[in-house]
């Protein structure tokens, strides 16, 4: 059974930081590449980061120097970092593992995180 579990979200005020952590289990993680989506009430579910296999990684414009997305494959955990939080980073975080263009996709069930003075 493949599961994705995120923690580290919470409240923080502008400005904050806060690390976000996916463990995964029920997979072969080194195959996977990993990443994290957001959604904000009434918006559609967006792209925040990806990580390869490889390492390589790709960020959406809005986050990029601000966030870094790693990987730990030993551990099959993915964080991402997240500094220098604005409001309009309110959303709820969803961890996604994926083999590109297979069949292979999976999401964890989202954490909270709130930036708000």
């Known amino acids: 059974q493949v599961q994705l579990v995120e923690s580290g979200g919470g409240l923080v005020q502008p400005g904050g930081s806060l690390r976000l952590s996916c463990a995964a289990s029920g997979i072969m993680f080194g195959l996977y590449t990993m990443g994290w989506y957001r959604q904000a009430p009434g918006k559609q579910r967006e792209l925040v980061a990806t990580i390869r296999t490889g390492g390589s990684t790709n960020y959406a414009d809005s986050v990029k120097g601000r966030f870094t997305i790693s990987r730990d494959n030993a551990k099959n955990t993915v964080y991402l970092q997240m500094n220098n939080l604005k409001p309009e980073d309110t959303a709820v975080y969803y961890c996604?593992?994926?083999?590109?263009?297979?069949?292979?996709?999976?999401w964890g069930q989202g954490t909270q995180v709130t930036v708000s003075s």
């Open positions: 996604n593992a994926k083999i590109p263009q297979t069949p292979y996709d999976y």
